[in-house]
C-alpha cells in the first residue's frame, strides 16, 4: 500500500483470497474481472475463475496443475483459458525479453514503477540465515525475502578504483 497499490490480498490463504477479491470487485461496482494471470495451485485456480466475468480470460503462468479443456468446463464453460510458458517465451525470444527488462529498469528509474520491497538478511551476521528463515515462517512479508552472501571482506566503495596485481599467484 506505501508504494500505491489499493487491493492486496492473500496468496496463502484461499478462502481470503476469494473474499477480499470479491469485497475489490463489489467496491469498484464490477461484475467480475476481465484478465487473471494467475501461477497459483490448488483452489486458487478454480476460485480465480469464479472471479472472472463472462468471456474472462485466465491466463495461466504456472507449470503445475495445467487444466485440460474438460476440467475447465467443470468449472466455467464461459471464460477463456491459455498457458504460457514464460521460460519457453523468454528463450525464444531474448532480444524482446531484453527490450522489456531494459524498459522494466527504466520505469523503475523514473518512478513510474516501483521494485517490490526486499527484506534482507546478512548469512555472515550471527543469526542472518535463521533470522531470515523465521521471518520467512511468518507469512507475513510482502515482496521478496533474500538471504545475502555478500561479505564485509569483499565491500567495495564503488567511488574509486582499485588494481589488483599479480592476484593469480
Known amino acids: ?3 500505491g497499490i489499493k487491493y492486496i490480498t492473500s496468496s496463502r490463504d484461499y478462502t481470503e483470497f476469494y473474499h477480499d477479491s470479491q ?5 469498484l461496482n464490477c461484475s467480475g474481472f476481465d484478465v487473471i494471470l494467475n501461477c497459483l495451485i490448488g483452489d486458487f485456480i478454480s476460485l480465480s475463475m469464479k472471479l472472472l466475468k463472462s468471456g474472462g480470460k485466465f491466463i495461466e503462468l504456472g507449470k503445475r496443475e495445467i487444466l485440460i479443456e474438460e476440467d475447465l468446463c467443470k468449472i466455467r464453460d464461459d471464460i477463456y483459458y491459455y498457458t504460457i510458458a514464460f521460460d ?7 532480444n524482446w525479453f531484453n527490450n522489456l527488462c ?3 529498469a527504466e520505469d523503475i528509474e523514473d518512478g513510474t514503477i516501483y521494485p517490490v520491497p526486499i527484506s534482507l538478511f546478512n548469512m555472515h551476521d550471527e543469526n ?6 523465521r ?3 511468518k507469512a507475513q512479508h510482502i515482496g ?5 552472501n555478500l561479505s564485509s571482506v569483499f565491500s567495495s566503495d564503488y567511488k574509486e578504483t582499485y ?5 593469480m599467484g
Open 163 to 167: 588494481v589488483i596485481t599479480g592476484g
Open 1 to 3: 500500500r506505501s508504494i
Open 144 to 148: 521478496k525475502v533474500v538471504i545475502s
Open 88 to 94: 519457453k517465451v523468454v528463450e525464444e525470444n531474448p
Open 23 to 27: 469485497r475489490f470487485l463489489n467496491e
Open 135 to 137: 521471518y520467512l515462517q
Open 128 to 133: 542472518g540465515i535463521s533470522d531470515g528463515f
Open 102 to 104: 531494459n524498459k522494466i
